[in-house]
């Protein structure tokens, strides 16, 4: 398959016939709904949410609540790839993040398999090796720790596209997303910070990249200090351009961490204590 750059303005995109942007209402989806246009005919945007208006004659809006299994393949059929970003995107209690994240992330796979679907890309997250010290250097074959609820989710979510690759021969790149906001909010962010820039890079990259089978990633920018050997990246050619370094005068700023504060000693930062919530 072709693989330009979406951010280079001689460089043709190509052009899937129809995409899903799941979670197309959160911050992230908000992000790539305006930047995933130019990779399809027709840009179909989902939330629970609300969504607003179509962006133009591009642009399909279909509410969805992911956990309707029914709902789900409606909003599937007649797509050539998905981006799934949808769900829970912090740390619930366990009742919610089964809704939308585990059995929204199976409805998914299964839409995608009775519709043919052959490409994912699912937002995994830094959460499923949270309890991993910041002095270890990890890499995608490390045995997930997850640091909470969100975290078992989006481990069990990489699980569902292996399965689904070795039973369906549905590719999937999952992308183990660090912090990707429009800077870094503080030291722990510093390491795991992923521009937006970057970020739609790694997206396209992960959409057209032929061969992937089921890919995980590490999604963080070319920071000074990186706790995550992403070797497995190359084989989708990509190399994040941007660095959190460019604000560290601003954070470091900040008052410094207790020395047992959370986001000074796990990967996974305050998400390693928050819970449970029945108390």
Same mark, same amino acid.
């Given at each position: 398959?072709?693989?330009?750059?979406?951010?280079?303005?001689?460089?043709?995109?190509?052009?899937?016939?129809?995409?899903?942007?799941?979670?197309?209402?959160?911050?992230?989806?908000?992000?790539?709904?305006?930047?995933?246009?130019?990779?399809?005919?027709?840009?179909?945007?989902?939330?629970?949410?609300?969504?607003?208006?179509?962006?133009?004659?591009?642009?399909?809006?279909?509410?969805?609540?992911?956990?309707?299994?029914?709902?789900?393949?409606?909003?599937?059929?007649?797509?050539?790839?998905?981006?799934?970003?949808?769900?829970?995107?912090?740390?619930?209690?366990?009742?919610?993040?089964?809704?939308?994240?585990?059995?929204?992330?199976?409805?998914?796979?299964?839409?995608?398999?009775?519709?043919?679907?052959?490409? &994912?890309?699912? !937002? #995994?997250? /830094?959460?499923?090796?949270?309890?991993?010290?910041?002095?270890?250097?990890?890499?995608?074959? $490390? @045995?997930?720790?997850?640091?909470?609820?969100?975290?078992?989710?989006?481990?069990?979510?990489?699980?569902?596209?292996?399965?689904?690759?070795?039973?369906?021969?549905?590719?999937?790149?999952?992308?183990?997303?660090?912090?990707?906001?429009?800077?870094?909010?503080?030291?722990?962010?510093?390491?795991?910070?992923?521009?937006?820039?970057?970020?739609?890079?790694?997206?396209?990259?992960?959409?057209?990249?032929?061969?992937?089978?089921?890919?995980? &990633?590490?999604? !963080? #920018?070319? /920071?000074?200090?990186?706790?995550?050997?992403?070797?497995?990246?190359?084989?989708?050619?990509? $190399? @994040?351009?941007?660095?959190?370094?460019?604000?560290?005068?601003?954070?470091?700023?900040?008052?410094?961490?207790?020395?047992?504060?959370?986001?000074?000693?796990?990967?996974?930062?305050?998400?390693?204590?928050?819970?449970?919530?029945?108390?």
């Amino acid at each position: 398959m072709p693989d330009p750059d979406p951010l280079s303005s001689d460089a043709p995109s190509p052009r899937l016939r129809r995409l899903l942007l799941t979670g197309a209402a959160g911050g992230l989806g908000q992000v790539l709904r305006e930047r995933l246009a130019p990779l399809a005919q027709v840009l179909r945007v989902s939330d629970i949410a609300a969504l607003g208006a179509p962006h133009g004659p591009h642009e399909e809006v279909r509410p969805c609540d992911l956990a309707d299994k029914q709902a789900v393949d409606a909003l599937v059929a007649g797509c050539d790839a998905i981006v799934h970003l949808g769900g829970v995107s912090v740390e619930r209690p366990f009742e919610e993040i089964l809704e939308a994240n585990i059995k929204g992330v199976y409805h998914v796979y299964e839409a995608a398999r009775r519709h043919g679907v052959r490409r &994912v890309v699912f !937002a #995994s997250s /830094n959460h499923v090796i949270g309890f991993y010290r910041q002095t270890e250097r990890l890499d995608a074959g $490390v @045995p997930r720790r997850p640091d909470g609820y969100y975290g078992l989710s989006k481990s069990f979510g990489e699980d569902v596209a292996q399965f689904y690759f070795d039973r369906y021969g549905i590719e999937t790149v999952s992308i183990r997303i660090g912090s990707s906001f429009p800077e870094p909010l503080n030291r722990r962010m510093m390491n795991t910070w992923l521009s937006y820039d970057d970020l739609l890079r790694l997206v396209e990259k992960a959409l057209f990249t032929p061969g992937v089978g089921h890919t995980v &990633v590490y999604g !963080a #920018s070319a /920071n000074r200090t990186v706790w995550w050997d992403n070797h497995a990246a190359a084989r989708l050619g990509w $190399v @994040p351009r941007d660095s959190s370094e460019v604000f560290r005068a601003k954070v470091e700023a900040q008052p410094p961490l207790a020395p047992d504060d959370p986001n000074a000693l796990y990967q996974g930062g305050a998400f390693t204590t928050q819970g449970p919530f029945e108390d």
